[in-house]
């Protein structure tokens, strides 16, 4: 419900924002940096507070911080007061909540199932979140229409998604805390941040899929922002088409979860080439010559997108100690999502200087050239080929 109610929101917001501006795919992207921006800023405190804190209380605190700076912009749409810089700000303030939220959310799934499962949990919460997203967006497009499609038709939207987060908050109040596998937190003391970042730099492997996952995050998973653009400035569309987009989105979304949860091994090379493959389809759907061309092509850009998502976050989780898979996981998020401040503004000022296409095509052409490079040095570093250096992992090994 509450994964319905973000996707919700974030097709409202970016349409108050085209409705604020005249259309302005900078406002749009910079909505979209401020957002994105905390888990650049926070990420190595807030994963510090993963490991010191009982999940399940701390994420009860971040759904209602959450909650609080979706309900204040809602009521301002309604209302008609809302402008461009409550928007920002707000914007930022639903960042830092999520900043808080994401690492523990992520580092939580293993402590609900066993690490046997791990990589099919993985799978199916993103799922359950890609489920949302082919509900929502959709749902959003059509409330907007059905209230008339202006700014306050949005912050009908927005507040049904502050509504929404009472039901991860009543779900893990609900909880039984004795059937939870949870690591010992982490004590007080100097060197804790830097204890995190030390492990993962001593993990060369660790190392190339966050520089993977940063070249997707920041020049291709722009696809919220990039496809309003696309749709209003290229096809003439409206809200109802461009909600739609997101649900053709998440059919491919939800499809490559589920062939996720199907895996019981990971490898590095299923990273890279899910990697290469999305960039691609990033680059060809910027290309397409009508709507419904581009329609047909966002499932795939889904599937390959979610491939690369769920295979680097069960890698990461599965390959990483439990004392320290807080910080990792929020250094994970940041390097994923705190790409996007500063790959957001510089897509929008593209597509408002060069057009919607170029937001796509020259995204997903640096989405393959930094997967490229990475694995290049990698590949390098270890002196071997490619073909080489990701055998197929055993039992024991996916375990550790």
Known sequence: MSNTGTWMQRVAQDWLVLQLTANSGAALGITTGLQFLPFLLLGPFSGLIADRVPKQRLLQLTNLGMAVPAAILGVLAVTGSAQIWHVYVLAFALGVAAAFDAPARQSFVSEIVDTDDLTNAVGLNSASFNAARLVGPGVAGLL?????????????????????????????????????????????????????????????DLLLILAIVFSAGTFGLNFQMTSALMATEIFGKGAREYGLLGSFLAVGSLTGALLAARREHVRQRLV????????????????????????????LIGISALTLITSANAYMQLHTDPGVRGRVMALYMMIFMGGTPVGAPVVGWIGEAFGARWTLVLGGLLTIAGVALASLLFARARGVTLAQLYPQPSRQETSV
């Open 272 to 299: 890279i080439i899910s990697g290469l493959v999305f960039g691609a389809l990033v680059t060809i759907s910027g290309l397409m010559p009508s709507y419904l061309s581009f329609a047909l092509v966002t499932p």
């Open 144 to 204: 907007i229409a059905a209230f008339g499609g202006g700014a306050v038709a949005t912050g009908w939207v927005i507040l049904l998604n502050a509504v929404s987060y009472a039901a991860p908050i009543l779900t893990l109040r609900g909880m039984d805390a004795s059937r939870l596998d949870s690591p010992a937190l982490t004590h007080r003391g100097p060197g804790a941040i830097r204890e995190g970042f030390a492990y993962v730099r001593a993990r060369p």
